[in-house]
C-alpha cells in the first residue's frame, strides 16, 4: 500500500449549531505527512484558544463530537487498492499533487439509492486503468495521486457531512493538493465549494448533470441532492455558476429561475457541444478558478447507466471530455469531482466509464496548472 497521511486531523469537529468553527481534537501528524501540522495550523488560525489536544475554550459552547476515521468501505474489510493501483512516489502524500477523498454517503438519495458505494466501485476498476493518456501525450500518474481513507458517513444528516467534507477538502487545498471528492451523493458538493471559495475569492462552478438541482427543499431538506445547486448559488458569486447537460427540471424550478433572473442554466439537446464554439459560449461565464462537480447522470444512460436517477438523452462521451478539456485550458481547476455513481443499479462498465472520467480530469487539472 502506498504511504497516506494519518487521518487524527479529522479528529474532532465542532457543531454548526453552536457557532464554534474551530476544529479540536486529536490533530497530531503523521510522520509519513506535514497534513496534520498544517491543518492544526490552521485550526489555530481560525480560533487561538484551541490546541492541539484540548478543546477551545470559547464562550461559544460547542457540543464537540469525536469522530473515528474511516479506513475502510462499509461491508468490505479494509480497501487494499489505491486510485489506479499506484504505489510508491506515485501514491506518495507528500508527493503528490493531486489526492482523492472517498465519501461513501447518499442519505438524501431518491429512486434509486447505491452511492455510497460509488467511491469503492470506482476505486476498484481503476486498477484496470491504463495510466498514459493519448490526448494528453503522458501519464497524469507521474504528478502523483494520493488516495484517502474514506470519509465516514455522519448519520445525523446531510449538513453534518456537508460540514464535514469542507474541512476535508479545505484541509488538502491547505497542504497545496488538488482534491477530488468521489461520491457519494451531490449534496456534499457544498461542504467542498464552501471550502474553496474561501480559498480562491471569485471562485466558479461548472456542473454536468441531467438535473437542474434548484430546489429550495426537496423531501424536508434544503440540504436534498435535489437542492445542491440552489445552495451553490448562495455561495458563489452570482453569474458565476455554469450548468450544462439538464435535461430534466420541474415547473417550481423553471419558475425560480424566471423569477430571480437565474444565469447560467444551459439545458441540453442531444448533440449540442459537438460544436466548439457551443462550448466557447458555454464556458464564457467562468472566472479564473473553477471548481467543477459531475453528476454522472450528465451521461447519456448507454454510456452510463448505473447512477440513481437516469435520464435519456444525455451528453456524449466525448462531448463531455471535450467540455472538461476547455474548461482546464481556459481556467485553473482547483477542485473537483465525481458523484453518484449506484454501482449496485447498472453494468460494471460504469465504474470503469466514472474511473477513466476522474483519470482523465486530473490530467486536465494538473496540466492546465
Known amino acids: 500500500m502506498p504511504t497516506l497521511p494519518s487521518m487524527s486531523w479529522l479528529g474532532a469537529s465542532a457543531s454548526r449549531r453552536s457557532g464554534c468553527r474551530c476544529l479540536i481534537g486529536d490533530l497530531r501528524s503523521s510522520r509519513t505527512s506535514r497534513l496534520g501540522l498544517t491543518i492544526a495550523a490552521w485550526a489555530r488560525r481560525r480560533h487561538p484558544r484551541a490546541s492541539k489536544r484540548q478543546p477551545c475554550t470559547c464562550q461559544g459552547k460547542a457540543a464537540h463530537r469525536t469522530l473515528t476515521p474511516m479506513t475502510s468501505f462499509p461491508g468490505s474489510g479494509t480497501f487494499p487498492w489505491s486510485f489506479a493501483s499506484l504505489d510508491g512516489d506515485d501514491a506518495d502524500f507528500d508527493r503528490a499533487a493531486a489526492a482523492i477523498l472517498p465519501v461513501p454517503y447518499d442519505g438524501t438519495v431518491s429512486y434509486r439509492g447505491g452511492a455510497r458505494d460509488g467511491p469503492q466501485a470506482i476505486i476498484e476498476a481503476s486498477r484496470y486503468l491504463e495510466l498514459y493518456e493519448p490526448d494528453l501525450d503522458m501519464e497524469p ?41 468521489l ?153 473537483f469531482d465525481v458523484m453518484e455513481l449506484a454501482p449496485n443499479e447498472g453494468p460494471t462498465h460504469g465504474a470503469f466509464t466514472a474511473a477513466r472520467l476522474t483519470y482523465k480530469l486530473i490530467g486536465y487539472a494538473l496540466a492546465g496548472r
Not at 161 to 177: R, S, Y
Not at 237 to 256: F, K, L, Y
Request: aromatic share 4%; proline share 6%; glycine share 10%.
Open 141 to 181: 500518474a507521474q504528478w502523483g495521486i494520493a488516495t484517502l481513507p474514506a470519509l465516514e458517513p455522519d448519520a445525523s444528516g446531510p449538513e453534518a457531512n456537508i460540514f464535514h467534507v469542507e474541512h476535508a477538502i479545505g484541509a488538502l487545498a491547505d497542504a497545496g493538493k488538488l482534491p477530488v471528492m
Open 183 to 335: 461520491g457519494g451523493e451531490h449534496s456534499l458538493t457544498v461542504g467542498a465549494v464552501r471550502a474553496l471559495v474561501q480559498r480562491h475569492p471569485g471562485l466558479s462552478v461548472l456542473q454536468l448533470d441531467a438535473h437542474a438541482d434548484m430546489r429550495d427543499s426537496y423531501q424536508g431538506s434544503r440540504y436534498s441532492h435535489a437542492c445542491v445547486m440552489r445552495r451553490l448559488r448562495e455561495i458563489v458569486e452570482d453569474g458565476s455558476v455554469v450548468q450544462a447537460g439538464i435535461r430534466s427540471i420541474s415547473s417550481e424550478e423553471m419558475q425560480h429561475i424566471r423569477d430571480a433572473g437565474v444565469t447560467g442554466v444551459h439545458l441540453y439537446t442531444p448533440g449540442q457541444y459537438s460544436d466548439p464554439a457551443a462550448i466557447d459560449e458555454l464556458l464564457a461565464g467562468l472566472g479564473e478558478t473553477v471548481y467543477v462537480t459531475v453528476d454522472l447522470d450528465a451521461l447519456d444512460p448507454s454510456i452510463m447507466p448505473a447512477v440513481g436517477t437516469p435520464e435519456p438523452g444525455g451528453l456524449s462521451w466525448q462531448e463531455t471530455l471535450s467540455i472538461l478539456r476547455a474548461v482546464a485550458q481556459r481556467s485553473r481547476v482547483v477542485g
